[in-house]
């Protein structure tokens, strides 16, 4: 993969001013990307560019559900950084001094989570670290990210489902059910012996440390499998009557379901695309739910 350059109007790169709060900056063959650090946690963040995408999913796609259409126009005129991987324990238990994760490690995704316990995160990391100004994507912003130019049912390529667990093109670029458990390391596994038709035989699952699957066109990595993502928008049946502009769809109703994106190791290859989205009450906590955070450069 070449190098790409970001026809943006503000980086790291440009300016050759990085913000207040990052701790490295830099460009590789991703493209922009800068960093911070909190009690010798480094995350780093994407520059994720404005652009135009199709949102949802064609009617023909191989596992489509019905709740990803219409498909859609959105553009997007403001770029934004992106963490790079699902948020680990290691940062949350920086910020939080407790991890509620089924399966504990410092690089695997913080889950158990809820909406509002990511709400107190943000909060409290925003106040620690001066100008970061996390906040969660909107779906718009998620799904544009994932797909980084493409418009297959995975950012990869087209997808296979040979079975309900069986969808080998995943298997480079996402931890689902069909590979979640290959040589899962830790005692306290979701039993998966029962799962039929599995791609790779196991009998223990869980999630699995970030960055160990191939990144996405745009250097991110586990936006597919590993842990579903909370989104800032509230759950719609459908896109009818959607933003087009990438905004979060927000309704009167504070406490209505959020809308989750991305699939995770419990969840059958058809979960694993980047059209795929389901929902949470605010105050859902599982072992396959976990965030990634969001900064809109103004």
Not at 31 to 53: A, D, K, N, Y
Not at 76 to 96: I, K, N, R
Not at 118 to 139: C, G, K, M, W
Not at 282 to 291: E, K, Q, R
């Amino acid at each position: 993969m070449t190098a790409r350059i970001i026809d943006t109007a503000w980086h790291p790169l440009v300016t050759g001013c990085p913000p207040r709060w990052a701790s490295g900056w830099g460009q590789d063959r991703y493209g922009v990307f800068v960093e911070f650090t909190l009690q010798e946690v480094t995350q780093r963040l994407r520059w994720i560019p404005p652009g135009r995408f199709w949102m949802g999913s064609p009617e023909d796609e191989p596992g489509r559900y019905d709740n990803e259409g219409p498909r859609h126009l959105v553009t997007l005129t403001e770029g934004y950084w992106l963490f790079d991987t699902p948020c680990t324990q290691a940062l949350w238990e920086a910020v939080m001094g407790s991890n509620p994760s089924r399966f504990q490690s410092p690089t695997r995704p913080v889950e158990t989570v809820s909406w509002n316990d990511v709400q107190d995160f943000l909060a409290r990391i925003n106040t620690r670290i001066p100008d970061l100004d996390l906040t969660l994507s909107s779906e718009a912003q998620w799904e544009h990210a994932c797909r980084a130019g493409t418009e297959t049912a995975i950012y990869s390529g087209g997808l296979a489902i040979l079975s309900e667990n069986n969808a080998p093109a995943l298997d480079p670029i996402a931890w689902y059910s069909g590979n979640s458990g290959v040589e899962f390391e830790l005692d306290n596994g979701y039993d998966s012996s029962s799962w039929p038709e599995k791609q790779y035989s196991h009998t223990k699952a869980g999630t699995r440390p970030v960055q160990r699957k191939r990144a996405n066109p745009w250097g991110l990595y586990d936006m597919l499998g590993n842990v579903w993502e909370w989104t800032q928008d509230h759950w719609h049946a459908n896109y009818e009557g959607a933003p087009t502009d990438g905004s979060a769809w927000e309704d009167a109703d504070a406490g209505a379901n959020r809308v989750l994106r991305g699939g995770s190791w419990l969840d059958s290859g058809r979960d694993a695309r980047s059209a795929c989205r389901d929902a949470s009450p605010l105050a859902g906590c599982f072992n396959d739910l976990g965030f990634r955070c969001a900064r809109v450069q103004s």
